[in-house]
C-alpha cells in the first residue's frame, strides 16, 4: 500500500527517460556489437563514428521511430501533468498570468520538439537527408526554447515562493540543461558544417545522452505531488485579506493571490531540505 501511494506522475518522465536511454544503448551497441562498426553506405568515406540518424535509418529505424515515439509523448505528458498539477493545487500553483503563459508557451515548444523528433526518425537521413535535417533543427530548437521558458516561468514561482526550495534545484537544473545543451549544439552544427563528421557524431551522441537528465528532471517537479494526494493537503488560495495583504506587500498588481496549503509555511512538504 506504502508503494501504491508513492507511485504519482513523477513516473512519466522516469519511464519516457528510460525509453530514450534505452534505445540510445540498443542502437550504439547494435552498431558497435552486432554490426562491428560497420560502415553504412550512406556515410561519407571519411566517417568513422555513425550518427545516430545513420543507424536508427538501418534494420533498427522501427525502434528508432518507436523509441522517438514513445520518449517524447511521455516526456510531453509530463509538461502536462506539472500544468494540470500547479492548476490543481497539487503542485505550488502559478500565481500570475505571465507563469501561466510561460507554461504554455514551454509546453507549445515541447510538442514542435516532439514533432521534431519522431519525423526525423521517420524520414530518414538515409532517404530524406534535407528533410531530416530540417526536424533534427525543430527537436533541438524546440526543446531548448521549451527549457528556456519553463525556466523562466519557474524563476517566477520562486519569487513568490521562497520557501519551496525545490522550484530553485529545478530551476538550476533546468538552466544548466539549457547553457549545456546550447554550447553543445553549436558545436554539434560548426563541425558538421566543417565537415569534420566525426567530431560532429561524437557531439551529436553527448547532446542525445545528457537529454536524459533533462527528461528526469520533472521528477523532481513532479514528485511532490506524492504528498498532496488528499485534498486537504493541496494549495488552495488564502483567505481574500491575505492576498490583498500579500499585494500589497510585493507591490506587484500582476500578481493574483498568495497560497498556502494545510501544512502551513514553515511545515510543508515540498522545500526537499
Not at 537544473?173 to 539549457?178: A, D, G
Not at 563541425?191 to 528532471?217: H, K, M, P, R
Request: neutral net charge; contains cysteine; charged residues 15%.
Amino acid at each position: 500500500m506504502a508503494a501504491k501511494g508513492f507511485v504519482s506522475y513523477w513516473i512519466l518522465p522516469v519511464f519516457s527517460a528510460l525509453v530514450w536511454l534505452g534505445m540510445l544503448l540498443g542502437l550504439l551497441l547494435y552498431w558497435v556489437v552486432d554490426t562491428n562498426s560497420e560502415h553504412y553506405s550512406y556515410m561519407d568515406s571519411d566517417d568513422n563514428i555513425a550518427f545516430i540518424s545513420d543507424i536508427g535509418a538501418s534494420k533498427l529505424k522501427p525502434l528508432f521511430i518507436a523509441g522517438s515515439a514513445v520518449t517524447t509523448v511521455f516526456l510531453n505528458l509530463s509538461f502536462a501533468a506539472e500544468r494540470l498539477l500547479r492548476h490543481n493545487g497539487r503542485l505550488v500553483p502559478n500565481t500570475t498570468v505571465k507563469e501561466k503563459v510561460l507554461s504554455v508557451i514551454s509546453i507549445i515548444f515541447a510538442i514542435i520538439g516532439m514533432c521534431g523528433l519522431i519525423l526525423l526518425s521517420i524520414f530518414d537521413t538515409h532517404h530524406h537527408h534535407k528533410l531530416h535535417d530540417i526536424f533534427l533543427f525543430l527537436f533541438i530548437a524546440g526543446y531548448i526554447i521549451s527549457a528556456i521558458f519553463i525556466c523562466w516561468e519557474y524563476q517566477q514561482l520562486g519569487l513568490y515562493n521562497r520557501q519551496h526550495r525545490i522550484l530553485r534545484i529545478s530551476f538550476w537544473v533546468k538552466l544548466t540543461f539549457v547553457i549545456v545543451e546550447f554550447i553543445l549544439a553549436i558545436i554539434f552544427v560548426s563541425t558538421n558544417w566543417s565537415d569534420n563528421e566525426n567530431v560532429a557524431a561524437v557531439f551529436e551522441w553527448i547532446i542525445a545522452f545528457i537529454f536524459t537528465f533533462y527528461i528526469l528532471s520533472f521528477v523532481i517537479d513532479l514528485l511532490p505531488a506524492v504528498h498532496t494526494k488528499a485534498p486537504a493537503s493541496r494549495f488552495s488560495k488564502a483567505l481574500e485579506h491575505e492576498m490583498e495583504s500579500a499585494g500589497s506587500q510585493d507591490g506587484n498588481s500582476g500578481h493574483m493571490g498568495s497560497y498556502r496549503n494545510d501544512y502551513g509555511r514553515n511545515n510543508n512538504r515540498y522545500t526537499f531540505q
